[in-house]
């Protein structure tokens, strides 16, 4: 699960840049970062970010940070804990309502 959620965390956030119609070279400057770092973690290869990055990301992106920093922890967690997450209600269903909540409230403001 550890790299489907860093995985998905990074095609959501790649969605939400896009329809922004922002580029990763300006969302990396208004941020802070590089351009290679944020292309990693559109493309599962990095890690999501610390929440105090993902709120900067959100801030740029001009969202709530909520359903990011959810995907952003989840993503980071020990397998140990992800599989444990099964048991106490916090699932991979809960993982895919956050980004079908995430992408509704994006295809709203068209």
């Known amino acids: 699960m550890k790299n489907s959620a860093r995985k998905r965390f990074g095609q959501v956030l790649h969605e939400i840049r896009k329809h922004r119609g922002m580029t990763l070279e300006r969302l990396a ?8 770092y944020l292309s990693g973690i559109e493309n599962g290869k990095c890690n999501p970010p ?11 992106l001009e969202m709530s940070p909520d359903g990011l920093l959810l995907l952003s922890e989840v993503a980071k967690a020990p397998i140990e804990v992800q599989r444990v997450s099964a ?22 403001e068209l």
């Open 50 to 60: 610390f929440a105090k990055m993902t709120i900067l990301l959100c801030k740029v």
């Open 87 to 108: 048991y106490t209600g916090f699932n991979e269903r809960a993982l895919l309502e956050t980004e079908f909540h995430l992408k509704d409230a994006l295809n709203r």
């Open 29 to 36: 400057e208004r941020s802070g970062t590089c351009k290679g």
